[in-house]
């Protein structure tokens, strides 16, 4: 088994944090180290996403200025979050945990290709309730999801079996 599959996810996913983090320290200091109220607007329109910056009028970005200049000074360097660890631990064992039903049948089996027919329909099973949750989720219909699901995953293995994986 490859657990070092959800370490490198999960050190991917701190590492995704960090960026984040830094960035949004970069755009505070921009705002606060600017004197022109103009550039500062512009850098917090930017930085919101277009439906709420679209909605906004220009002296309410001049208040956000202000307000932002008010806050206590921000660390110089972005660190990590006990939800930073927590989260790495949850993508860790979210990879860790797809992984390890597909892998079941290998322990059990002394037949390998039998094993993998049945890895693979775990693996199919786990794509259709992954898709299925996924259009629970959002305004899609369910089954429609889990079937594209499926389908999307059997033309990944096709892809990989081209490339000579």
Same mark, same amino acid.
């Given at each position: 088994?490859?657990?070092?599959?959800? #370490?490198?996810?999960?050190?991917?996913?701190?590492?995704?944090?960090?960026?984040?983090?830094?960035?949004?320290?970069?755009?505070?200091?921009?705002?606060?180290?600017?004197?022109?109220?103009?550039?500062?607007?512009?850098?917090?329109?930017?930085?919101?996403?277009?439906? #709420?910056?679209?909605?906004?009028? @220009?002296? !309410?970005?001049?208040?956000?200025?202000? !307000?932002?200049?008010?806050?206590? !000074?921000?660390?110089?360097?972005?660190?990590?979050?006990?939800?930073? @660890?927590?989260?790495?631990? !949850?993508?860790?064992?979210?990879?860790?945990?797809?992984?390890?039903?597909?892998?079941?049948?290998?322990?059990?089996?002394?037949?390998?290709?039998?094993?993998?027919?049945?890895?693979?329909?775990?693996?199919?099973?786990?794509?259709?309730?992954?898709?299925?949750?996924?259009?629970?989720?959002?305004?899609?219909?369910? @089954?429609?999801?889990?079937?594209?699901?499926?389908?999307?995953?059997?033309?990944?293995?096709?892809?990989? #079996?081209?490339?000579?994986?």
């Amino acid at each position: 088994m490859q657990p070092g599959l959800g #370490i490198i996810d999960a050190a991917l996913y701190l590492v995704g944090c960090l960026s984040d983090r830094g960035h949004k320290l970069l755009l505070l200091r921009q705002v606060r180290q600017t004197s022109d109220c103009d550039e500062a607007s512009q850098i917090i329109a930017d930085a919101l996403p277009p439906l #709420i910056a679209s909605h906004l009028r @220009w002296d !309410e970005y001049g208040s956000l200025q202000r !307000e932002l200049s008010q806050l206590p !000074e921000p660390p110089l360097r972005p660190g990590f979050t006990k939800a930073d @660890w927590r989260g790495a631990l !949850e993508v860790f064992l979210l990879v860790f945990g797809s992984i390890l039903p597909m892998v079941i049948p290998f322990t059990f089996m002394s037949n390998a290709g039998m094993a993998l027919r049945i890895s693979n329909g775990i693996a199919i099973l786990l794509l259709f309730f992954a898709g299925y949750t996924l259009g629970r989720h959002t305004s899609e219909r369910p @089954w429609r999801v889990g079937v594209a699901m499926v389908m999307l995953g059997v033309a990944m293995v096709g892809v990989a #079996i081209a490339l000579g994986g």
